[in-house]
Each structure stands twice: as C-alpha cells, then as structure tokens.
DNA sequence: TAAATACATTGCAATATTACGATGAATAGA
DNA sequence: TCTATTCATCGTAATATTGCAATGTATTTA
C-alpha cells in the first residue's frame, strides 16, 4: 500500500492533484511567492530567506520545476528560476474550473 | 526528519500549503468533484463510484472534513456529505489571491 | 594552480500518507 | 432478538515525503 491508486482515476484528477501538490508544503509556497513578487528570478538566496539547508531548497525547486511551474536558466555562476507563466495559468484555469463549478444552491433543497 | 518545518513559515502559508493538501490527491479531487455535481451530499457510494475500500473513502472524507471543506450530516442510517460553501469560497479567494500576485512582466526585463 | 562560490545529487533517517482488512457502534427491519 | 446496512476507527504494511550532511561539478577569482 501507500502507492496512489492512478489507475482509477482519470488523466484530468491526476493531472490536477500533482500540481495541487506543488502547493501542498509551505516551502514551496513561500518559494513561489518569492519568485512572484521578486518576479525577476531569484536562486538560491532562497535559503538565506526561508531558514531551509541549501540541499532542501534545491529539492524543493526541482519538484517545482518537473512540475513545469517554474524555469531556471544559467546566470553565470548561479541559477535563476522564475514563474512559467504559461503553466502558472494552466494551473490557474484549472482550479478556477474546479471552483467555479459549485453552484451554491439554496442547499436546503435536498437535504444538508 | 519527515516533519515540515511549520515554524519557519507563516500561519497563511502553513494553512494554504494544508488546504492544498485536500486536492493533492486524485480521490479526494474525484470526492469533491461529485460532491459539486450531485449537490445534493452524497455518502458512500463514493464507494461504488470511486472502485477504493470503504475504510479508504471514509479516510479521505475525514480528511477534507477536518480541513472544514466539507460537512457530514446524519442522514437516517447513513451519513451525508457536502460542500461547505464557506470554507469553500475561502480556499478559492486564498488560491486566487496567490494566482492572481502574478504579473507576467515582459520578462525580459530582468533576466529569465 | 588553488581557493571560493553556487548548486545539484546522493544517501540516509525520520515522519507522513495511502490503502485495506478487521472490528466496533448505531440504526432499521424481519 | 437477530440480522443487515452504513459508516467510523484501529492496526498494519507499503510507499512517499521532508530534511540535511556529505560529496560532486562547474565556474570564477586570486
């Protein structure tokens, strides 16, 4: 056990829980906040910033990064990473459908 | 280790990296998207629809309720879920916030 | 060439998550 | 009362995730 069981759910839900788990640790967070308010591209002063040893923040932004949310290019001796705008609103759309599809209902109309 | 480090982030990004957690599984994904289609709570014949033991959808649903984003009422002999609309409102206007920080810049202008 | 800088990777150790069988509690119907 | 039905919880096994020290790879500078 403790595998997810992909198979029996469709591309869509899995697609959209791998990115979800891009969101799912404060680091993470607080590293795509950086980069968004940065905006210029920031490395790995990322740990200085978060408190976090040098190997977990690059962990970190490799997971970010297979994700496609963010990309990082050579700048000279350091990495510079910043947003992947076209995944970020991929990523955006598709929570936003997820969202948008509740329709509040007067709720009372069934039974909760 | 194996045990985030919550003290060296903020309470937002602690609480948004949780409430991200709740779709960062395709079960719970598949969970929500009925509950927002059949409107009307539904128990488990998650069950049924999901093809996942009954102890692993009663385990996810006790999930995405502790998170609040859901609510379980007693239904007779069984229990009925659904949406709360609230919490849910909160998790969008949270995620939106995050997204919408994003200025797409003509990213030329710094270096990435 | 010899440091120093900036990261990525590797290899653990510790904790978290996922999944399910088995069992328990509560209710409804025979 | 006996038996389903419906669901929660417990215990357990397997895998995933987090975090870091140590090490490796380039590149720059002295």
Redesign the pocket.
């Known amino acids: 056990?403790?595998?997810?069981?992909?198979d029996?759910f469709t591309t869509e839900q899995n697609e959209l829980a791998n990115m979800a788990?891009a969101l799912?640790?404060?680091?993470?967070i607080a590293i795509l906040e950086h980069l968004l308010k940065a905006n210029a591209c920031i490395?790995?002063?990322l740990?200085a910033e978060l408190?976090?040893?040098?190997?977990?923040?690059?962990?970190?932004?490799?997971?970010l990064k297979s994700l496609g949310l963010i990309s990082?290019t050579i700048?000279?001796?350091?990495?510079?990473?910043c947003i992947n705008a076209e995944r970020w609103k991929y990523f955006e759309s598709r929570l936003n459908r997820l969202f948008q599809s509740y329709s509040p209902d007067p709720c009372n109309s069934k039974r909760c």
Chains 1, 2 share one sequence.
């Open positions: 056990m403790g595998l997810t069981k992909t029996l788990k799912a640790h404060p680091a993470r490395n790995s002063d740990v408190g976090l040893a040098q190997a977990t923040i690059s962990q970190h932004l490799k997971e990082g700048e000279g001796v350091s990495m510079s990473y």
